[in-house]
């Protein structure tokens, strides 16, 4: 195997420079694989070429419907009918807004799929609720901003579909499946992390719990969570594609956001279309840029040197399990989630299939690993989206947000070495 060690270090240190220099992540990924293909020699219509394949796949469809879906009910008077039910739920604990918080994340994700999403939609409710009820405003937007990575595991999610294509085909059905107890377990370790500090700062309780009321809640949110219902059991079922599925998800948006909930009017519809198209242009515009610099690692061999340095490092494969999400950890404080999947996936995936780590895991844990990374400095989406919603300081914020690191990366560590909180679901209903 040939290596071209001077290619490799004019496509990894132009990307690292500029991205350094504070680039749009799409500029850098598309000029440092243009200065790598001059510097070879290569025709240039390659970048049109990879470009193109990028993006020209069925099921990368899917990717547009999702995010529209969660547009649409995300702005549609879902988020209210959500935080009533997660309140009937878990209110009457201690810290209970904390906990309505956790809770209503998990539900909204099951929309949404977007943690940005949530922060802006649940935290310009909850944050200003809580610190009207006496919790401190750092520790009301730590929760928040914590608690929306939940939404990047519960599916539909439109960054589990990246993966899918990304891993050359895994199935989605599966991986929205696998989706649901690591996403359950990180909500139970955040609410942990909150009774903690909540009983310590003598954070007040909500209504006693009643059954009545929570059925009531059930019943009004019933329209919302149906539309989960339809894309995760029809596409597990085999009824439809993801990409049918979240086509008819949008239609049922639509239908619910206008019609049943009456958040939404046509008017209101088309500003919703308008921001979707901007995030959409976002995310599809990282997508194909992504794949040329993935071409690019490709044919410089770039995995396979990387394989052999991690193996070469040590051959436990715990070892090397802890160093790849490491380097997702790191790479997550200076890169956004799309790119960190389509880039990181072709290089890490196969070390992780060698030591025994199923490619629908390394899913659930390459995603919450990028999630954590949503929340770090310098390049924390949702840090920057929390800071600004709650109208706290980002340092404020990065300090009231340590003990929940501590409960994501306890999580992420029992995603890592106990492969059966991913797998159980795949395997029961045999989607694997």
């Known amino acids: 195997m040939a290596v071209n060690s001077t290619a490799i ?95 209503a994340s998990y539900f909204f994700g099951g929309i949404s799929g977007s943690a940005a999403a949530d922060t802006a939609s649940l935290g310009s409710i909850l944050i200003p609720m809580m610190v009207e009820e006496g919790y401190d405003d750092d520790f009301s937007t730590a929760v928040t901003i914590t608690s929306s990575c939940e939404g990047l595991l519960v599916p539909p999610s439109h960054n589990m579909v990246i993966y899918a294509m990304s891993a050359g085909g895994i199935s989605i059905g599966s991986l929205f499946l696998a989706g649901y107890i690591p996403g359950a377990i990180l909500a139970l370790s955040l609410m942990v992390g909150s009774y903690i500090i909540s009983k310590k700062r003598n954070y007040p309780k909500g209504e006693k719990f009643s059954i009545v009321r929570l059925l009531k809640q059930l019943g009004i949110s019933f329209w919302a969570l149906a539309a989960v219902v339809i894309v995760v059991f029809g596409v597990v079922g085999g009824v439809f594609t993801a990409t049918e599925s979240a086509a008819i998800a949008v239609i049922y948006s639509l239908i619910v956001s206008v019609y049943i909930y009456k958040g ?81 996936t072709p290089i890490l995936l196969p070390i992780a299939t060698s030591i025994g780590i199923d490619p629908i895991q390394f899913g659930i844990m390459i995603v919450l690993n990028c999630g954590i990374g949503l929340l770090t400095p310098p390049v924390g989406a949702v840090l920057f989206i929390g800071s600004a919603v709650g109208k706290v300081k980002m340092e404020k914020v990065v300090k009231a947000t340590l003990p929940f690191y501590i409960c994501m990366i306890v999580t992420l560590l029992l995603l890592t070495f106990i492969p059966e909180i991913s797998m159980f679901l795949p395997n029961l209903l045999g989607a694997k």
């Not at 990307?15 to 694989?33: D, E, G």
Request: with cysteine; net charge neutral; charged share 5%.
């Open 264 to 344: 939404l009017n046509w008017k209101g519809v088309w500003k919703t279309l308008e921001s979707c198209i901007d995030t959409l242009s976002i995310v599809l515009i990282l997508i194909s840029t992504s794949s040329i610099f993935g071409y690019c690692l490709t044919t410089l061999h770039v995995p396979a040197i990387a394989a052999n340095m991690i193996v070469g490092f040590s051959s436990n494969p715990v070892v090397i399990a802890l160093l790849i999400d490491l380097i997702l950890l790191v790479l997550g404080c200076i890169m956004d989630m799309a790119p960190i999947i389509l880039i990181a």
């Open 9 to 103: 270090a004019v496509l990894l240190v132009s990307f690292l420079v500029m991205i350094m220099l504070r680039f749009q992540i799409a500029y850098a990924v598309a000029l440092s694989s243009l200065f790598c293909l001059m510097y070879q020699g290569l025709p240039l219509t390659s970048i049109c070429q990879q470009m193109v394949k990028g993006i020209n796949s069925f099921s990368m469809m899917a990717i547009p419907f999702f995010i529209t879906m969660g547009c649409l009910m995300g702005t549609g008077g879902i988020s209210e009918k959500l935080i009533a039910l997660a309140n009937a739920c878990v209110g009457w604990m201690t810290g209970g807004m904390a906990m309505v918080n956790i809770v």
